[in-house]
């Protein structure tokens, strides 16, 4: 589907921004010695804390255009920011840091018709970071670097609203994918042990996506040390958003494990299984079980750049006599790692 059209900008101006500037008021004589000052007169909302945050939010209301919108305008420009991301900026969960979001800034100050630097004026230093999220948040990468093109990935982190990325530290990752004699993968079953960078984390988003010869979504079952929440299923791109709750929410420091299964929907001959990273994991294993009546002639390790389609390492693997291969990453860093194999 095409992406419409931003509204006619010149008529898109920020509510109760500090750029316009009327005539002065002419002030007011002191108060006599001894009389409170009268009250502020009431505007029917909450003051604004005058924030690069408040500043964005009030524009985009008053613009009336669709986060969507937005996003697929700022893409026409040149500059790719996810629906995920805007939400964040406008919210004051997370805010531009990176050369290209500055620059999404300043062409969203045009977009909402905004003075030059009416919201880049406003942003502050860098966000600090805690001690727990040092690790977590040093490299992050947003959700368009990761999934490049998936905007309907995008577009369901919006639905479910989120966390903010950085709230878990994943301290290890364990992948079994299992591969049925039919030459199928057919069960992922997966181990995390993550550690909250703040307090209050109750829950996370999983995605899995199906080979392209599959038919359906994956689907989750057996979560064990918490439970499934909301599910997203895009059938037509073999897409699964879920949404898992932890078994209690976490304090800063606080740590955890989850497990869960994904059953792989049907297709043709499986070719490999990979992850895709957003930040660094502290350990990543990834085991490939073949069913002795149909093991691979050829297995090998690749590594890939954050949305590259090129592989920037590879590595023969060997599989033993139970059948099988694994890849253990220490310290892995964000991009897409996986095993491939091949067929006699």
């Not at 109760?16 to 009268?38: H, K, L, M």
């Not at 969960?93 to 030059?116: K, N």
């Not at 606080?254 to 350990?283: H, K, L, N, Q, W």
């Amino acid at each position: 589907m095409a992406a419409q059209q931003p509204q006619d900008a010149a008529r898109l101006r920020l509510v109760g921004s500090r750029t316009e500037r009327p005539d002065p008021p002419v002030p007011a004589p002191p108060p006599a010695q001894g009389t409170p000052p009268a009250p502020a007169p009431s505007t029917g909302r909450p003051a604004s804390a005058g924030g690069f945050a408040d500043a964005l939010h009030l524009a985009i209301e008053a613009s009336g255009l669709s986060l969507d919108r937005i996003r697929a305008a700022l893409a026409q420009r040149g500059v790719r920011v996810s629906v995920t991301t805007l939400s964040y900026w406008r919210r004051g969960r997370s805010q531009p840091e990176r050369a290209s979001s500055l620059r999404a800034v300043h062409l969203l100050e045009e977009l909402l018709g905004l003075p030059h630097s009416a919201l880049s004026s406003l942003l502050g230093p860098p966000r600090p970071r805690g001690r727990w999220a040092a690790a977590a948040n040093t490299l992050h990468l947003g959700l368009e670097d990761v999934w490049p093109g998936e905007q309907e990935i995008a577009a369901i982190f919006a639905e479910l609203d989120a966390p903010p990325a950085g709230e878990l530290e994943r301290l290890s990752i364990h992948d079994s994918y299992y591969v049925d004699a039919e030459r199928r993968g057919n069960l992922l079953r997966m181990r995390q042990v993550v550690r909250a960078t703040v307090g209050g984390v109750g829950r996370c988003l999983v995605v899995h996506k199906a080979d392209e010869e599959a038919t359906g979504c994956p689907e989750i079952t057996s979560v064990r040390h918490g439970r499934l929440g909301r599910v997203r299923r895009r059938p037509e791109a073999g897409l699964t958003v879920g949404e898992l709750m932890l078994d209690r929410p976490l304090g800063l420091g606080d740590s955890t494990v989850f497990e869960y299964e994904v059953e792989i929907p049907p297709g043709g001959p499986t070719m490999e299984y990979s992850r895709r990273f957003a930040t660094t994991v502290r350990e990543y294993v990834l085991q490939v079980h073949f069913d002795p009546a149909a093991v691979p002639v050829h297995c090998e390790r690749y590594d890939r750049e954050p949305g590259a389609d090129v592989d920037h390492r590879r590595e023969q693997l060997w599989i033993g006599a139970s059948a099988s291969a694994h890849v253990l990453a220490p310290d892995q860093q964000p991009g897409h790692i996986g095993i491939r194999w091949e067929w006699a």
